[in-house]
């Protein structure tokens, strides 16, 4: 497999295809099913992103670790140390989406519908270990099975030290859901029922609820939503939480399921608006901060030897 290639997944039953790639943060950028009037992409990526001519969070699934969102001014303070991240990327002076997303993985298996891959920080860039406290292993695994793509997630770690963390995902998803009407007419509903209150897309600590043109427990038109906000307070059932995007003029709907470990979700409007990116988070950005300050951030940590596991998935299919 040449540096750049993707991995193709297959569902001979349905028709459902989807690519990964490697060699930049083991981002799947592609999943089409198949429809009617030809084949459906589901994610929207920018047309030389596997070629790493675009932005490495701007297309597909880009994965978020150690931590998703911003880091003020790439600086945090753990057990007694500070630390210093690279700003870079963030036109703001912060440190933002952590450490995988724009490096290569291993594939440690594959078969026609599933691949895992895996990143280990010491194995990938030593210089890593001066950045963060701990080394870590964060292993994906994407499967297909009909219009159903799913992906579970394991953080290991590997070091005698203890390991804070943060985990999320970018989804970029298209819309319309199909070759009618406009994406303006779909519906964006994700159960949440308070907002954390920004400054310069830093959370201050302080929530308020979900409401007027935040309320999208209730379906917002997407030409009516602008979002870059973080919101909490998320509604599940079975320990699953469901966003969805509900096309009408296509009779679709794209269902985004995650589980408890993601108890945060930011909404962003990219600014082509061809897409929108509903991103389950383990914890708030600049999680560090907050803790500092005795507000709970969601920022997790594992002791030496410790493992945790996460699970989302997309599935595609007809509005009830």
Partial sequence: MSLFESILLRDEASGAVAKILPALGFNCHSFQIA???????????????????????GS?????????GRIREGRF?????????????????????????????????????????????SDVDGSLLDQWPADFCLTARYELTGNRLSCGFTIENPDTRWLPWGLGTHPYFRVPLGRKGRGDDCRIRVPTESRWELDELLPTGKTVPASEHYALAGGIRFADSR????FGSL?????????RIDDHANGRR?????????????VYNPPHRQAISIEPYTCVPDP?????????SGLRTLAPGETFSAKMAITVDSLG
Wanted: hydrophobic fraction near 40%; glycine fraction near 12%.
């Fill in 35 to 57: 429809a009617a009037d030809g084949p459906l992409e589901v994610l929207w990526s920018a047309k030389r992103f596997a070629e790493r001519h675009e932005s490495p969070s």
């Fill in 60 to 68: 597909g699934v880009p994965i978020l670790f150690p931590f998703p």
């Fill in 77 to 121: 303070a753990f057990r007694g140390k500070e630390y210093h991240l690279s700003t870079r990327g963030d036109g703001r002076g912060n440190a933002i989406h952590g450490f995988v997303l724009d490096r290569p993985w291993s594939v440690v298996e594959r078969g026609a519908g599933h691949v895992t891959g895996r990143f280990r920080a």
């Fill in 227 to 230: 979002f870059d906000d973080v």
């Fill in 235 to 243: 509604a599940s059932q079975g320990g699953i939480c469901t966003a």
């Fill in 254 to 266: 794209l269902v985004l399921e995650f589980d408890s470990a993601f108890d945060t979700c930011v």
């Fill in 288 to 296: 560090f901060t907050l803790a500092a300050q005795g507000i709970d």
